[in-house]
């Protein structure tokens, strides 16, 4: 099946600090989203991006689906930010709406 | 949080006792999932459905089947639970194209 890889596993920051985030998946994708947990579990959806950019405040994504990656910009970071990001891919074909993530990338922002 | 609810919350239970997870939904969406999350897994996907009475398996089904009998609940059973099911358990709903998730369980097997 599909395999989604992120990258770095883990990052440490100082506040105000900019970081790039990456997901890498090894085959063709009808969806790719990014997600933010939080330090008391909580799963947010921070864009549904299979192609192109999108920018939200201080968050921007950008897919490039014909080399098969996405790329999670964080800019200004603040202690908020802090948690776990997930990309996670819907594959094309019959299993066109399951959903795989990655082991997600660790982040943590000192004031 | 879309109107998803999961119960229980937390829930501590023997080795081969039955177990039953609820996932609750107050929009009308059509598919719905459950996943597991593990330290150095991510969120791996157990089963899903696309409606009622129709379900598939997700990447790690083996242990658990589900049932979809009502457009809102999506229920999730552990026939006979194992320490290896120690985890905690998320519901998601897709809307359009965007999964929204539920505030989890946390299951303990002993």
Redesign the interface.
Known sequence: GIQVEQSPPDLILQEGANSTLRCNFSDSVNNLQWFHQNPWGQLINLFYIPSGTKQNGRLSATTVATERYSLLYISSSQTTDSGVYFCAVSPRGAGGFKTIFGAGTRLFVKA | DAGITQSPRHKVTETGTPVTLRCHQTENHR?M?W?RQDP??????IH?S?GVKDT?K??VSDGYSVSRSKTEDFLLTLESATSSQTS?Y?C?I?ST?????G??TRLTVL
């Open positions: 598919y999932y996943y150095g897994h991510g969120l791996r996907l899903y696309y598939d997700g990447e905690v998320f998601a897709r194209d965007t999964q929204y998730f505030p989890g």
